[in-house]
């Protein structure tokens, strides 16, 4: 499953450098994840580390893009196999 920040983030910037895989980025108005690289931080850590460092606990499971520790994996490996 790939992650989705809510419109409580109050852009304090702390989650963006958190994730491995470049998925978030500043948005219009709030933080975005795009789900074709949120790995959930799957091959990376054990917890999504942009939740764990949240202060307002604004990133949530996406409900559009619901994925198995298999497709995530997969995910982290074809991204990172991509990169180097």
Do not use: F
Not at 55 to 82: F, G, M
Request: hydrophobic residues 25%; charged residues 25%.
């Amino acid at each position: 499953m790939a992650l989705i920040i809510t419109d409580e983030c109050i852009n304090c910037d702390v989650c963006e450098p958190e994730c491995p895989n470049g998925a978030i980025s500043q948005g219009d108005e709030i933080y975005v994840i795009d789900s074709d690289l949120c790995t959930e931080c799957v091959g990376h850590h054990e917890t999504p580390q942009c939740v764990e460092v949240c202060p307002v606990d604004c990133i949530i499971v996406d409900p559009d893009h619901t994925e198995t520790q298999e497709q995530l994996r997969a995910k982290y490996e074809r991204i990172t196999s991509d990169n180097g």
